[in-house]
C-alpha cells in the first residue's frame, strides 16, 4: 500500500504483527473479550520535523466469526469512550468504511482520539490512535487545528486504501 499526503505526512515506520501474535485483548464494560487475529501491521505516521503523528493498526479479523469480533471491538470502543467526546460530525461510511471516532476535548494525554475503521468486505478493522506530542513538536497548536488535521488525514488514509483495493489484482 502506498499513500501520498498533499500535506507532507509520511508513513514513518512499517512493522508487521509477528506471526506467533494470533489474538488480543480488550476491555469492555462486561469484561475482557479476546480478538482473534489473521495478519496485521503497525503504520506510524509522522509530519516533517515533528513527532509521530498516527499509530494505525490494520488487522485482519477471521470471517467465520467476524460478527463477533466487531461487536466486541464496538463494545471497546464504547468502554473507551466514557470520559472522551465521540466524535458525532464523523461522516460514516468515509469512502466506504464504516468510522467510529472519539476525541479528548484539550490537548492533553499520549492520545488525542481513537477511531475505528471497518471494512464489512474483507474483514479489515483498522484502529487509528492520533497521538499527541509537546506542543514544539506537533504540527497543531490548538485543538481546532487538530480537529482539522485529523479530518483531513481521515479522508486521506481512508481515500487511500479503497484506491490500493480497487487496484489490487
Do not use: W
Amino acid at each position: 500500500m502506498s499513500c501520498q499526503f498533499s500535506d507532507g505526512l509520511k508513513i514513518v515506520e512499517t512493522t508487521p504483527l509477528p506471526p506467533e501474535v494470533t489474538a488480543r485483548q480488550v476491555d469492555t464494560d462486561s469484561g475482557p473479550r479476546q480478538i482473534d487475529l489473521q495478519a496485521g501491521v503497525r503504520v506510524m505516521f509522522g509530519y516533517p520535523e515533528t513527532g509521530f503523528y498516527a499509530n494505525v493498526k490494520a488487522e485482519l479479523l477471521p470471517a467465520a466469526n467476524y460478527p463477533e469480533l466487531k461487536q466486541s471491538l464496538l463494545d471497546n470502543f464504547q468502554h473507551l469512550a466514557q470520559g472522551n467526546t465521540v466524535n458525532t460530525t464523523l461522516r460514516s461510511p468515509l469512502n466506504g468504511l464504516e468510522v467510529h471516532g472519539l476525541d479528548r476535548d484539550k490537548l492533553e494525554g499520549g492520545v488525542l482520539g481513537t477511531y475505528l475503521l471497518f471494512d464489512n468486505t474483507t474483514h479489515v478493522v483498522t484502529t487509528i490512535y492520533m497521538l499527541n506530542q509537546e506542543p514544539e513538536s506537533r504540527k497543531f497548536q490548538t485543538i481546532d487545528e487538530y480537529r482539522s488535521l485529523r479530518d483531513r488525514f481521515l479522508a486521506s488514509y481512508t481515500g487511500c486504501i479503497q484506491s490500493n483495493l480497487q487496484h489490487q489484482p
